[in-house]
C-alpha cells in the first residue's frame, strides 16, 4: 500500500521544485519573502509574504489530482464552518492552492515546548471542533465492517501478525470483536484523516490559547466521529484525565449527542485499525513499525 500518512510522520512525497518566479505567477503580486515550510509530509508548502504584507500558504500536490481535488472541495465545504484554511486562490494545471496564512504554531510545538497550561486550556475548544466536524455530512459510504474484516485477516495470517506478535495480535482482535457494536456510535460525518497534533494551529491571544486552524485535508474521508478523536488521542499518554474531561466537557457543549461513557477506549481502538492496515505493508519501515507497535501493546494493555 505504500506510506501512509494518515499513521507515520514519514515523508511520504519528495519535496518539489518550486521556483520564486512560480509563486510569484500563482500568488499574483510582488513577493518580499519565500520560506519552505517545514512540515506537509505528502505536499511541499511555502510561506510567501508580498511586499503589500500580505502572507500567503501555497501548497503543491505531490499526490496528485486526486488528493488536491479532494482538500479543495473539502475546505470549500467546511468554510464558515470550523476553522480551515482560507483559500483565495486555486491553480489547476500547478495543482496549487493559496491560502491565507495562519499565523500560530502546531499543538505539537506547543506541547513540547512545555506550556503545560496553554496545552491543557486547548482540551475543551478541541472538543467543541470535533463536535462541529461530527454535524457534517458524509459525502461518501462509510462501511465499518469491510474496514474491521480487514483488520481481522490481517491480526490472524497477515503480516501484521508478524510484526506485532501473535499473542498482542490476538488480544486485539478479540477487542475489536467485542467492542464492534460500540465502534459503530455516531452519526456517520466527514472525517479529516490525519488529526494529529501537527495539524492543528493554535494562536495566542493574551493569556488565552485557541483553535486557530485545522490544516491538511488532503487524506479527507468519511466515517465515524470516532475517527478524528482515536487520531487525535492516538498517544494516549499525553493526555491527562483533566485533559480527557474537558475535552469531553467541549464536545458534550456543542455536539447534537454527547460522548459515550467509553468514548476514548472507542475511539482509539477504532483508530487501532489504522496502524493495523500500515504494519500490514509490504514494505520493511522499521521506525515506522516500532511507532505502530508501541502504541498497540499499550492499548492492549490498558485493555488488559
Given at each position: 500500500m505504500g506510506l501512509d500518512p494518515t499513521v507515520t510522520n514519514v515523508r511520504v512525497f519528495p519535496l518539489l521544485e518550486v521556483s520564486r518566479s512560480e509563486l510569484a505567477e500563482i500568488v499574483g503580486g510582488e513577493i518580499a519573502s519565500v520560506d519552505l515550510v517545514?512540515?506537509?509530509l505528502t505536499n511541499t508548502i511555502h510561506k510567501v509574504t508580498l511586499d503589500s504584507g500580505a502572507v500567503f500558504g501555497v501548497k503543491h500536490y505531490a499526490g496528485g489530482r486526486e488528493w488536491f481535488d479532494t482538500e479543495l472541495s473539502t475546505l470549500t465545504l467546511l468554510h464558515g464552518t470550523i476553522p480551515v484554511p482560507d483559500v483565495v486562490h486555486v491553480d489547476d494545471q500547478k495543482l496549487a492552492i493559496v491560502y491565507r496564512w495562519i499565523d500560530g504554531i502546531t499543538l505539537h510545538e506547543l506541547r513540547k515546548g512545555g506550556d503545560v497550561d496553554g496545552f491543557a486550556s486547548l482540551a475543551e475548544p478541541l472538543g467543541r471542533v470535533l463536535a462541529w466536524l461530527a454535524r457534517t455530512d458524509a459525502t461518501e459510504p462509510y462501511e465499518l465492517t469491510q474496514i474491521?474484516?480487514?483488520?481481522?485477516?490481517?491480526?490472524?495470517n497477515g503480516r501484521?501478525?508478524?510484526?506485532?506478535?501473535?499473542?498482542?495480535?490476538?488480544?486485539?482482535?478479540?477487542?475489536l470483536e467485542v467492542w464492534e457494536?460500540?465502534?459503530?456510535?455516531?452519526t456517520v460525518c466527514l472525517a479529516h484523516g490525519d488529526l494529529g497534533h501537527r495539524n492543528v494551529i493554535v494562536q495566542r491571544r493574551g493569556a488565552r490559547w485557541r483553535v486557530g486552524g485545522l490544516i491538511d485535508w488532503e487524506t479527507t474521508t468519511t466515517g465515524s466521529p470516532l475517527f478524528d478523536i482515536g487520531s487525535l488521542f492516538?498517544?494516549?499518554?499525553?493526555?491527562?484525565?483533566?485533559?480527557?474531561?474537558a475535552?469531553?466537557?467541549?464536545?458534550?457543549?456543542?455536539?447534537?449527542?454527547?460522548?459515550?461513557?467509553?468514548?476514548?477506549?472507542a475511539a482509539r481502538l477504532l483508530d487501532s485499525t489504522w496502524l493495523v492496515?500500515?504494519?500490514?505493508d509490504v514494505d520493511e519501515i522499521p521506525v515506522v513499525f516500532e511507532d505502530c507497535h508501541?502504541?498497540?501493546?499499550?492499548?492492549?494493555d490498558e485493555l488488559g
Open positions: 517545514d512540515g506537509g474491521l474484516e480487514r483488520a481481522y485477516g490481517q491480526l490472524s501484521a501478525r508478524t510484526r506485532l506478535g501473535a499473542d498482542y495480535a490476538d488480544a486485539l482482535k478479540k477487542a457494536p460500540r465502534l459503530a456510535w455516531g492516538r498517544y494516549a499518554n499525553r493526555h491527562d484525565v483533566g485533559f480527557r474531561e475535552f469531553a466537557r467541549g464536545y458534550d457543549e456543542a455536539a447534537s449527542a454527547p460522548l459515550p461513557d467509553d468514548w476514548l477506549l492496515d500500515l504494519l500490514d508501541r502504541q498497540l501493546v499499550r492499548l492492549v
